[in-house]
């Protein structure tokens, strides 16, 4: 077995990093180069601003390179968790100024012509109780009337095409879509740099400050000046970026790879082929890869921590998790098994836009592999002039009481859930 992302291995490494010194100045400095970081970049290059990408590790390092490959439409909420907190006008349209985030990429990707895989497979949310399925009826109607049609309710029967495992029914989500995010994370990076953004890996970004509207910061490997900076470094940023991580929750997820499946173990655990995830608070997701491995995550364990020691304990646990869903899986190869840390925020939405001399953009909470690309984007447009087009720009980002950085509650929340889990 690897301890390694499936979507690091299987990825063209990429080769435009910039050499030499870091010095000069720039119009702005993105760090980070994740998915947020290198769609600003991108964006920025191609109106013609002169751009630095300052990665501490590689392209794709963090969350971008490690995460379960799933594109979901919407919110990480339910609809209706979010109407009652919103209100309906603002949950609605919240809703479809985040559920643009897939068609950004789907766009972005046939514009710079990047192979990553991108397919519209459809999202099943599956109810693993039969008290569940009563709760994604509920959502389901008011989301399909009020809000997203592209949505369906599937019952026991309508899944037996579907899934290989006995659930109580499921909401489609049409609009959802997987791609592999090593290739796509890659090609990304290509394509900021052709259009001229600079990219330094291996470049920590160390110290920042900030005089009379000039940034500079100070890297290992020198220091450079912008006029603008971007923070993009989500779950994975360092402590020089306090306000920040005051704010961001760093929760580790974790995934395992089986060895590829044949097509007839494909037909008997997932003949629908979609991006599937069941409704346990504690609960898992999966899909299938390029190659028909079944890649299957969830928290397994409540850590902040992502090691190969902490990945391969978690990895025990999702084997055995994976083999109570599929059971015809059952002793089967795995192949990798990996983790990463998700950048959570208190209310689970994300956030964008300008604090103390700094852009930023991050707190996706578990759907950013999608929502990265599209508000990066967004926060280079800001920078461009257009804030009005950031849905994000008024939400309030006040500090979880009591996180300094390092998410010492993860283990109550996580017996927490569990109790829950055995309640609900
Ligand atoms: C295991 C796992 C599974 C997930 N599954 C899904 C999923 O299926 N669907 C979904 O929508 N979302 C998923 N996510 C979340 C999603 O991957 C992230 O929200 C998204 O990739 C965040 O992108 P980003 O560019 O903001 O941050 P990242 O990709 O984390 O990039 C941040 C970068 O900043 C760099 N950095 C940090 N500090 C500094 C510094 N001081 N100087 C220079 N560089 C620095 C880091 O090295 C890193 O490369 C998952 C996440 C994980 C970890």
Sequence with gaps: MKFVSYWHDTAPVFAGAAQG????????AVI???????AAARQLAKAGA??????AERVGFGASGRNGGH?????????????????KERAIALYHALDASIDTIEALIAEEGIDCNFRRAGKLKLASKPQHFDALARNFEALNKECDPDTALLSQEDLKSEVGSPFYGAMLSKKSAMMHMGRYVVGLAKAAARHGATIFEGTPVTEHWETNGLHTLKTSRGTITAANVIVATGAYTTKNFTWFRRRIIAVGSFLIATRPLTESE????????RTCVNTMNIGNYWRLAP????????????????????????GEILRESMERIFPQLKGIDIDYCWG???????????RAGFHDGLWYAMGYSGHGAQLSTHLGMMVADAILGRADRNPMRDYPWPAVPGHFGK?????LVGMYYKMLDKVQ
């Design 21 to 28: 010194p870091v010095s000069g100045h720039y119009d702005v």
């Design 266 to 273: 494909v037909q008997a655990v997932m003949p629908g082929n």
């Design 340 to 350: 990463g840390l998700v950048d959570m925020t208190a209310d689970r939405y994300p």
């Design 50 to 55: 002169k751009v630095v990408v300052l990665e």
């Design 291 to 314: 190659d028909n491995r079944l890649i299957f995550g969830g928290r397994a364990r409540f850590s902040a921590t992502s090691d190969q020691r902490s990945d391969s304990k978690s």
């Design 32 to 38: 980070g180069a994740g998915f947020t970081g290198l």
């Design 71 to 87: 594109l979901n439409n919407g919110l990480a909420h339910s609809y209706l968790a979010a109407k009652a907190e919103l209100g």
């Design 407 to 411: 998410p010492w509650f993860l283990p």
